[in-house]
């Protein structure tokens, strides 16, 4: 009888193993893919040309439509407003032409001067520079003008420290002969409306100097000077300029007969104005 039993169990047994491997099957087979719907066709793609069939659209110009003009969506636009693209040599210049010409212009100039070194003698003066601008850098001036001495407050201390005379050259007018070179040239913003146009020149030259000495009783005459400075110019307009700078003047002269000659030094600071002629200017190009 157990040898009856456990063979009807061991049967039972082979009999679920056998049902369980045919079903299996059929699970697997029935179950969908999540996230895949298989209930639609897939689209007919019969009538669609392949990609590789289609020309690529030749380079700067748009597809053309059917009927001749060309396709909204083959338009490309260079930026948010749209414009279509153009050379880069027309949208981005790299250098600039200049804003301000001076080549083959003459120059006016009235000139207001402060000197800058003599706490005792202080000496203020005016003048007139007339220039020719060879080139946009460079120009050949004239220049002369003419100071007034005044005595300051600081002469009383000054010789009661020094316990002597204080020795001043008293300079009274000059003529210089200037070269003026403009190295460098910029622009700025003003007040963010208007670019101003501006430059940096250095002036040289040498020329005669007239001082207290130089008339009776001493009559000693012009003295040999020379000139060297710097500043700066600003052009708002096509025949108007605005110049700062700073001028040394270096003669030698006695002062008193009593001590040897020596190099007198004339700093100055300067205000100007120049006015250019012709008024206006055109560019040439080669």
Known sequence: MRRERWGLVFMTILRSIALIAAAVPLLVRGQELPGIDLSQPPPDRT??????????????????????????????????????????????????????????????????????????????????RLAYNLQDSFAIAVRGATYTQYRSDNVREGKLAFQSQLLASQIEQLVMIDGIWSPIYGKASFLQESIVHFDLFLQAGFGAVWSATSKAPRNEGA????????????????????????????????????????????????????????????????
Not at 63 to 75: H, N, S, T, V
Not at 114 to 119: E, G, I, Q, S, Y
Not at 228 to 245: N, Q
Request: glycine residues 12%; proline residues 11%; charged residues 25%.
């Open 223 to 286: 003295h040999l000077a020379a000139d060297l400075g710097g500043g700066v110019r600003f052009y708002p307009k096509e025949w108007l300029a605005f110049e700062l700078g700073l001028l040394a003047t270096l003669y030698p002269d006695q002062p008193v007969e009593s001590v040897p000659a020596t190099i007198q030094k004339v700093f100055t600071a300067n205000v100007g104005v120049s006015i250019f002629y012709p008024f206006n200017f055109e560019y040439v190009y080669p």
């Open 47 to 128: 009538d669609a040309a392949p990609a590789d069939d289609v020309p690529p659209p030749e380079p700067g110009r748009a597809a053309a439509r059917e009927d001749g003009g060309p396709r909204g969506d083959d338009i490309q636009p260079l930026g948010p407003s749209g414009e279509r693209d153009v050379a880069l040599g027309d949208r981005v210049k790299a250098v600039q032409r200049k804003g301000f010409l001076k080549r083959g212009r003459f120059e006016i100039a009235p000139i207001f001067s402060a000197t800058v070194n003599d706490p005792f003698y202080e000496k203020f003066g005016g003048g007139l």
